[in-house]
């Protein structure tokens, strides 16, 4: 994560994940190529619904005060990040 931060610290500034300790690789994949020459090795950028239900469908051994949607009836037609931005503020777009 400081190894992040050290070329895009604007990125964790308005992420609800980072501050609440999701590290920047769990939605990105393992990075450390890219930190070493971040021309030639571009991480992952999520961006399907997939991307996101794995950690935000709901599930009963999940604890109820964990986020979570049912993919079947949560705006089923949409990507999450049409309306749900990462990385800027509003955390729902308008
Ligand atoms: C040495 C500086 C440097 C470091 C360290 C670095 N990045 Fe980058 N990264 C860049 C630059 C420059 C770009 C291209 C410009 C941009 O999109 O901001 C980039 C682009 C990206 C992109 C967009 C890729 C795309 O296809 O658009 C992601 C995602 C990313 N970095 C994540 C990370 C993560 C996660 C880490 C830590 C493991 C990290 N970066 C560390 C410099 C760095
Ligand atoms: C919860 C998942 C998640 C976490 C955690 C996360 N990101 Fe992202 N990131 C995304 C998504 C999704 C995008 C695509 C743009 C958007 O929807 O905001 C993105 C976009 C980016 C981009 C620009 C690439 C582009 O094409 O827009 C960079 C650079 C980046 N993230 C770096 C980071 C860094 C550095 C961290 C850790 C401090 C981090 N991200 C943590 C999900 C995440
Ligand atoms: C690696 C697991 C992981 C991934 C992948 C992930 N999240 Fe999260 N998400 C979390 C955690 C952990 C929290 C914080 C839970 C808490 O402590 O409140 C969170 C919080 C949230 C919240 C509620 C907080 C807020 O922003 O208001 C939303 C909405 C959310 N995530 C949407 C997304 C979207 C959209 C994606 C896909 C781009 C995504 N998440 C990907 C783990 C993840
Ligand atoms: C059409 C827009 C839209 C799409 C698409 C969408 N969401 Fe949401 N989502 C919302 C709105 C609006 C809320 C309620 C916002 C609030 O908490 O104020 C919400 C709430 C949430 C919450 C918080 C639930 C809680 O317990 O507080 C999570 C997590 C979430 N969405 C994840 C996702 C994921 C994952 C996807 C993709 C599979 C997704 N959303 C797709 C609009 C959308």
């Known amino acids: 994560m400081k190894a992040c931060m050290e070329c895009h610290p604007d990125k964790a500034e308005a992420t609800v994940h980072v501050k609440k300790g999701v590290h920047c690789e769990s ?3 393992a990075a450390k190529a890219h930190t070493e020459d971040w021309e030639k090795a571009k991480p992952f950028v999520p961006s399907t619904r997939a991307d996101c239900t794995r950690c935000h469908a709901m599930i009963v051994s ?5 986020p ?14 049409h309306c749900h931005s990462i990385h800027e503020l509003p955390a729902v777009k308008k």
């Open 68 to 81: 979570q949607i049912d993919p079947k009836t949560h705006n089923p037609d949409s990507k999450c990040v």
């Open 27 to 29: 939605c990105h994949g």
């Open 62 to 66: 999940r604890p109820a005060w964990y």
